[in-house]
T-cell receptor
């Protein structure tokens, strides 16, 4: 099993550009999450989804959009990139019961200059 | 207010000694879960241990144990017999259920552990 796959691993964007961070899981998990990690700040939830067609905002959703057309895929869209979006982005998923840990992708390191 | 508080930005421990990483939490959800994750310098997130709010006994996984004190809302990670490979960032996380019935994991800011030979 591949688990959670994120692409790309690294990306440099210019201010104002747009891009989509891809996330796919092959574990048939209903729940999927996008987090950003900034130094000293832990992981902050951007958006999450409880199943295909259902998404909801997390703690820091501004500047991002998501969609969940299938169980497997949960892309994160950055429109009009800003330097404040420089971060490491993690996609994660869990099974449907509460004691299951998050399965993380390997992260995408994004720099906006 | 922080839902998960990790008050130790950095910790140092001698190899083979035990170390405790602190975590306190705040929730009104009676059914919650507490998790610890390790992030080595390579960047991946590794699940270590889980404690449910209704679990009577402290969780253990090999050299990792969770000192769960529910009344004090603390869930400290204890690593016994530290190894050089334990040097990493450690994150405490809590899973709550939102008003809509969704599982929402929240993370602390992390503690950087350095193991000295």
């Amino acid at each position: 099993n591949a688990g959670v796959t994120q692409t790309p691993k690294f990306r440099i964007l210019k201010i104002g550009q747009s891009m989509t961070l891809q996330c796919a899981q092959d574990m048939n998990h209903n729940y999927m999450y996008w987090y950003r990690q900034d130094p000293g700040m832990g992981l902050k939830l951007i958006y999450y989804s409880v199943g295909a067609g259902i998404t909801d905002k997390g703690e820091v959703p501004n500047g991002y959009n998501v969609s969940r057309s299938t169980t497997e895929d949960f892309p994160l869209r950055l429109e009009l990139a800003a330097p404040s979006q420089t971060s490491v982005y993690f996609c994660a998923s869990i099974e449907g019961h509460g004691n299951s840990p998050l399965h993380f992708g390997n992260g995408t390191r994004l720099t906006v200059t | 207010a922080q839902k998960i508080t990790q008050t130790q930005p950095g910790m140092f421990v001698q190899e083979k000694e035990a170390v405790t990483l602190d975590c306190t939490y705040d929730t009104s959800d009676p059914s919650y879960g507490l998790f610890w994750y390790k992030q080595p310098s390579s960047g991946e997130m590794i699940f270590l241990i889980y404690q449910g709010s209704y679990d009577q006994q402290n969780a253990t996984e090999g050299r990792y144990s969770l000192n769960f004190q529910k009344a004090r809302k603390s869930a400290n990670l204890v690593i016994s017999a530290s190894q050089l490979g334990d040097s990493a960032m450690y994150f405490c996380a809590m899973r709550e259920v939102s008003s809509g019935g969704s599982y929402i994991p929240t993370f602390g800011r992390g503690t950087s552990l350095i193991v000295h030979p």
